[in-house]
């Protein structure tokens, strides 16, 4: 999703790489923000609630109709 969006960084989960990604993004605020619009926007066109409902019940109008679901 990150890759997807462009809205941030994908570290180890441990305290110094998160530590050093957070002082980045406060160092710039310019990039910090456009990465913070890129995930909204991200978030509401493919990981909102609307969103995913639309595609589970598309899937499973595929199944009833014995069909194979998108991905």
Known sequence: MI???GA????????EPFAEAVVRLLLD???AR???EL???Y???HRSYGVI????ERD???VVAGTRPAT
């Open 3 to 5: 890759e997807e969006s």
């Open 8 to 15: 941030g960084y994908c570290v180890p989960f441990e305290e």
């Open 29 to 31: 605020p310019v990039a």
């Open 34 to 36: 456009a990465m913070g």
């Open 39 to 41: 995930g909204r926007r």
């Open 43 to 45: 978030a509401v066109e």
């Open 53 to 56: 409902a639309d595609r589970v």
């Open 60 to 62: 499973l109008q595929n």
